[in-house]
């Protein structure tokens, strides 16, 4: 679950350009230069000498960033199925805040590819690849054939999305859904094994387990 929400973590907040927690900043741009052979997006310099960081067509405009945002404060999910999301949207500095884990997972799995479909066809398609993976891999039902077909996937998804991402991206988070499919295959469909009741509902498991430990010598 943690993968996940690393995953979409940086997906997230690369696309959005938010300052601070964006893995394209100048730096990445920086190494743009030394390792990759991707003129358009190293650094550039003004006349006066000062360097700026062109615009990367996996980032989104000002206007597409606050269209993203109000669209996610309008959503009305069912309930139970998620926290409300329209708390977690800061619309002037275009970022979520104080999401969970299963609301990161949700985010994930169902809303990714709508929320980035002003994206240019050859960046959106990975990502929604990913989402799909994802929301394959967190079925109530795993078929054997189709985790195989996972396990041939996912690293063709990662180096397409190699090649649209800068290298700073991709630390060990990005790499680890490449052995997902092999432990589900191991570990059984991943819903008795996740957190996420225990993270959504601490109060309710509390007063589940509470008979047990009082009952404790």
């Not at 000002?62 to 999910?77: A, E, N, S």
């Not at 709508?114 to 039902?141: G, K, Q, W, Y």
């Not at 469909?189 to 498991?205: A, G, K, L, S, T």
């Amino acid at each position: 679950m943690h993968i996940e929400k690393n995953f979409f973590d940086n997906i997230f907040n690369t696309v959005m350009n938010v300052a601070g927690k964006t893995k394209d900043n100048d730096k990445a741009r920086m190494d743009i230069g030394l390792y990759c052979r991707r003129k358009d997006l190293e650094l550039k310099s003004h006349s006066n000498g000062n360097m700026y960081k062109p615009k990367a067509n996996y980032t989104l405009s000002t206007d597409q960033i606050k269209q993203v945002c109000h669209w996610v404060k309008g959503l009305r999910m069912p309930d139970g199925y998620s926290s409300n999301l329209s708390r977690c949207v800061d619309v002037n500095r275009g970022k979520l805040i104080g999401m969970k884990s299963h609301d990161c997972h949700v985010f994930m799995e169902c809303l990714l590819p709508i929320a980035f479909s002003s994206l240019p066809a050859h960046v959106l398609n990975p990502i929604t690849e990913i989402s799909h993976f994802f929301r394959d891999l967190c079925s109530t039902t795993l078929n054997k054939d189709d985790l195989a077909k996972m396990e041939e996937n996912i690293p063709i998804i990662l180096c397409k999305m190699e090649r649209i991402f800068p290298p700073s991206f991709f630390d060990s988070m990005e790499h680890l859904p490449i052995h997902l499919p092999y432990e589900a295959r191991l570990g059984g469909p991943v819903h008795y094994r996740w957190m996420y009741p225990f993270e959504r509902y601490p109060y309710d498991m509390l007063l589940f387990n509470l008979p047990g430990i009082i009952q404790k010598p």
